[in-house]
């Protein structure tokens, strides 16, 4: 069916070359700014196929070569399809309560000059970007033959001066780099600046059954990105392999507001009745005892929050094979005291209309995934955050997702922890709530950090970057005074608080380190305790990469805003333009630097009556932020 989906609509071009000279395919998208050439490079019937990409006539990707093992030099291609498709759907949660499906594609058939079998082409043009994947067939029936892909052989060319956001690791920081001497392979989805003053992000979507591809700069080459395959990969013939994806925009805030391509270029849900599968805020429980568990569940019901997460050690030390996640045995160096009983945490947690989540180490999941998925069912537990898990070749790749597919039949939703990036899997199967793949809170990033992701990172889907809020210095000083060196956010307050809408996660992690012991009574938690996961509508208000970055949200008629700054102070300003014309709001602001005698927190709690002509305008402190309410009058 999935194959079926990928294969439905269409509208490209390419080339092939004939005995008396060269051919040459474009096509357009949509709106007709962006436009993809193929073409052979030589006047030979089989030759090496090449492709570039023009938006509105400015080079965006030079001749650069396409193909994968095998099938790079001595080809033919012949066009077999096409089509165009606009639609509209309705996710079961995401940034927009509406996504638009809109592109051209096209397929060709393409073959070479002395072996059988055949390779598939399929090229969309969207308004966002261009995508392009391959279907292998070989010459025997279907299904009968193993296809065996051990490289993809397609490459990026850019002009000189192009620079890119990099990083090596999917927990890492980013660096701004020119294309040349990179020491590693670097993450998907990868942004880059183009002198022309254009941005351009490859990117990967429809991971499902294939090794993980990311980035490289060939031994001896500049201005060239190629693909990097974590491993080879087996099929069964017709082998379907990722999306490739070239997003395009003239600014980084066009990239982020385009993110939903990603999903697009993934399978409908696939779960029939996906009513069970419920966003919101949650809380870790430090406490791993029973009643410091009913504690932690007395806080979330308390401050609007939806569930409590048990984290590592639950069920013994993580690391250890003989740790059984079927039952509560408490790691002995994470607390003395053994009375965890997580049914009745969970009964208790009910009665206050609180779920709960349990933390599984990969080792306990593969072990066991098959006992504790009924298990966790009948005890009521609402999802599963995968830690520590494999990622990369095809094997972990197929694995992790067959995990998913598995939790959704027991009613469980998933959170992937660690080094897994999504590629748009959560569109089939939306229990995938969300994944980390991202440097967040409880490593304590700068400003600067959280002003590059929403370009990064956040561009490939969902991020669970454990919000933290109470764990800084001005907040917690009997800590210092008894371990100054204890590591703690030196972000502002309303810095923090703007990534709850900055960072767009439908399980969103709040007061990653706190406790209830934590916690004070300041107004401006008020923001927290109202500000949804999931959102109606979602605009990029303001922002550039590694400087500051603003997004404001939409659920129901009220809007939610955030914004943050780097590590320098700056004043930023944009339009309200995105309320109703001709109605009235009320719009609650949280800013850095009030006095002690307005929060202890230090924030700032002010009101103003806004409308559609209305322009914002804040002065945000070195690592700081702002947030804000907008509710209709």
Partial sequence: MMRKHFLFSLFLLFLFTQANGTRTYTVGSPDGKLVLTIYGDGKKQYDRVKYKVDYKNIPVVLPSDIGVGGWQENLSAKETAARSVDLNWTPVYGERAKVRDRFNEKTFKIKRAVHSGELRLVVRAYNEGIAFRYIHISPGAAGADKLIIDSEKINFRFAEGTMAWVTYRAQHDYELLPLRDWTDAAERPLTLQLKNGLYVCLAEAGLVNYSRT????????????????????????????????????????????????????????????????????????????????????????????????????????????????????????RSTVNDLNIPEVIEYAKSRKIGVWLYVNHIGLENHLDEILPLYESWGVAGIKFGFVHVGSQHWTKWLHDAVVKCAAHRLMVDIHDEYRPTGFSRTYPNLLTQE???????????????????????????????????????????????????????????????????????????WYDTPGDFRDVPELAFFDEVPTVW??????????????????????????????????????????????????????YSDGGGEEETKTRVAVTGRNVNAQSVFEAHLLPRGGCAMTIHLR
């Avoid at 966003?279 to 406490?287: A, E, H």
């Avoid at 490593?443 to 956040?458: H, M, S």
């Avoid at 109470?470 to 923090?496: D, Y």
């Fill in 214 to 333: 990311k980035f490289i700069i060939p031994e001896g080459e500049s201005n060239v990105v190629s693909c990097q395959m974590d491993s080879p990969v087996e099929l069964p013939s017709p082998a379907v392999s990722p999306w490739r994806v070239i997003m395009v925009a003239e600014k980084p805030t066009g990239i982020l507001a385009n993110n939903d391509l990603i999903l697009n270029l993934n399978a409908p849900c696939q779960i029939e009745d996906p009513s069970w599968i419920k966003p919101g805020k949650v809380i870790r429980s430090v406490s791993l005892t029973t009643e410091g568990a009913k504690e932690v569940v007395d806080l979330a019901a308390r401050r609007n929050l939806q569930y409590i997460l048990f984290d590592a050690g639950w069920y013994g030390r993580e690391t250890d094979p003989k740790s059984d996640p079927r039952k509560s045995d408490v790691d002995p160096e």
């Fill in 536 to 589: 109606d509508d979602t605009r990029i208000v303001a922002g550039e990469i590694g400087k500051f970055g603003g997004i404001a949200r939409r659920k129901g008629d009220t809007w939610f805003v955030g914004c943050v700054t780097n590590n320098e102070a700056r004043k930023i300003s944009f339009s309200l333009d995105s309320l109703e014309p001709g109605k009235e709001y009320k719009m609650t602001v």
């Fill in 437 to 511: 793949g991202i440097r967040g809170n409880e490593e304590f990033p700068d400003g600067r950090t959280n002003t590059i992701l929403p370009f990064t990172r956040f561009i490939a889907g969902a991020a669970d970057a454990t919000i933290c809020y109470f764990h800084r210095k001005e907040f917690k000083p009997w800590v210092i005074k008894s371990n100054p060196n204890a590591r703690m956010l030196e972000n502002t307050a309303c810095h923090q608080m703007a990534l709850a809408v900055i960072n767009y996660s439908p399980l969103q992690f709040l007061y």
